[in-house]
């Protein structure tokens, strides 16, 4: 097993998901690998930050931003689709 591949599961782990591996086969690795503690220590220190701006919900500069980049995209396709169309089923010359 390679440094790369336990960072790789220890990620998924940090994120919730399944990381393919046993918990105690990544701690073991941890333990003994100095690059992948300093590795994880940043990395469980990036998610803290992710989750705490996502548990206080989208910030203002956030929500702007995304408006912004609504906005600037080309609006096609935005009709309402309310032409004039009937409901189906109908019959023809009844
Ligand atoms: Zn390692």
Do not use: I, N, Y
Not at 29 to 55: D, F, K
Request: hydrophobic share 30%; aromatic share 4%.
């Amino acid at each position: 097993m390679r440094c790369a591949q336990f960072r790789t599961a220890l990620s998924a782990r940090l994120d919730g998901e399944p990381s393919g591996l046993p918990d105690t086969r990544l701690d073991k690795h941890v333990a003994r690998c100095t690059g992948c503690r300093e590795w994880l220590a940043r990395a469980e220190r990036l998610s803290g930050q992710v989750r705490a701006a996502a548990a206080d919900g989208p910030s203002a500069e956030w929500s702007a931003r995304l408006l912004t980049g609504l906005s600037a995209q080309p609006s096609t396709g935005l009709s309402t689709g309310l032409e004039g169309r009937g409901p189906e089923g109908g019959q023809e010359g009844g």
